[in-house]
């Protein structure tokens, strides 16, 4: 039974997963970022200049993007488990 509730947990965060990849674009602005991670742009503003959130690339002096996959790598990477 413990396998199958295992398997089932398994699967919710693939479709999750998934549905997250259908409304984000593969390259996210940082309004975008920031509304995938339900941040502000200044938050993600600070995380750029202290170097502390997720990795970006940075185009241009005015052009920077955000890799999904990366930040959602990123993001479940802080993930803190519970008992």
Known sequence: MDDLVEEIRALRGEVAAFKTREQFPPL???AQTADF???SEEVLYLWRKERTGPPFLH???RSIF?????VL???RS?????Q
Request: proline share 5%; no cysteine; charged share 30%.
């Open 28 to 30: 996210m602005t940082p």
């Open 37 to 39: 991670l339900s941040k």
């Open 59 to 61: 185009v241009t002096s």
């Open 66 to 70: 955000y890799d999904r996959d990366e």
């Open 73 to 75: 790598a990123w993001a």
């Open 78 to 82: 802080h993930r803190v488990e519970t």
